[in-house]
C-alpha cells in the first residue's frame, strides 16, 4: 500500500513539474515572440481560469447512459458492476456464458446479435 501512494506521489509531482515547465515555455514564447506584456499574459491567464473551471464541471457531470435497468440486472442475465467495489478476488473470468431465448427483461434497445 505504501509503495502504491509513493508511486501516485511521484506521477503527481513529475505530472506538476512538466505542467510547470510548459506554463514557462508557453509564457516565454508569448513574451518574445508574441510580443505580450508580462502584465498581458498575467490578466489573459486569470481570465481563463473561470472558464476551464466552468468546463471541468460540465464534463465532469456528463456521464454514459446506463446500460442496465435500475435494480441492476442487464438483459443478458449478469450484474451490472458500475456501483460495485472491484478487488482482484471480485474479478473472476466467468466459465459459462448465459444468453436468453428470448428478450423478456422488457428493454426495447435489447439486440441478441
Not at 512538466?18 to 510580443?35: D, N, P, S
Amino acid at each position: 500500500m505504501l509503495d502504491q501512494l509513493n508511486l501516485r506521489f511521484k506521477y503527481v509531482l513529475a505530472f506538476l513539474i512538466g505542467a510547470v515547465i510548459a506554463a514557462a515555455a508557453l509564457r516565454h514564447g508569448a513574451h518574445i515572440y508574441g510580443g505580450f506584456s508580462r502584465e498581458e499574459i498575467r490578466v489573459g491567464a486569470l481570465m481563463a481560469i473561470p472558464f476551464v473551471a466552468l468546463a471541468i464541471i460540465v464534463f465532469r457531470r456528463i456521464k454514459t447512459p446506463p446500460r442496465c435497468t435500475k435494480l441492476g440486472r442487464c438483459p443478458d442475465g449478469g450484474r451490472s458492476i458500475s456501483g460495485a467495489s472491484l478487488s482482484r478476488s471480485s474479478l473472476e473470468i466467468p466459465t459459462q456464458v448465459v444468453v436468453p431465448i428470448s428478450p423478456t427483461s422488457g428493454c426495447a434497445a435489447w439486440d441478441p446479435l
